[in-house]
């Protein structure tokens, strides 16, 4: 049974950090590419950061020099590092798992930044 297993996130204020883990279960975790992405409510889901399974990274331009994707294939965990938060990256963030033609979902993790 697939399980992405999503956990760090919080309230936090601007310029403030948080780290995001998302442990994965059931799938050839080194395999895949991972990938946060998120939801405010009224837009659409956004990728945040991503990583393919040699290690390339992908960031999107509101975060890029801000927010650190990594991943440990020993554990099957991915993480996302946030430093400078704004509060325009309040949001659920979701840990992503692809591998053609699977596609996983964790069940989301809140993240409010706000002073």
């Known amino acids: 049974q697939v399980q992405l297993v999503e956990s760090g996130g919080g309230l936090v204020q601007p310029g403030g950090s948080l780290s995001l883990s998302c442990a994965a279960s059931?799938?050839?975790?080194?395999?895949?590419?991972m990938g946060w992405f998120r939801r405010t409510p009224g837009k659409e889901r956004e990728l945040v950061a991503n990583m393919d399974a040699g290690g390339g990274s992908y960031y999107a331009d509101s975060v890029k020099g801000r927010f650190t994707i990594s991943r440990d294939n020993a554990k099957n965990t991915v993480f996302l590092q946030m430093n400078s938060l704004k509060p325009e990256d309040t949001a659920v963030y979701y840990c992503?798992?692809?591998?053609?033609?699977?596609?996983?979902w964790g069940q989301g993790t809140q993240v409010t930044v706000s002073s």
């Open positions: 992503n798992a692809r591998k053609w033609p699977n596609v996983y």
């Open positions: 059931g799938f050839t975790f080194s395999s895949y590419a």
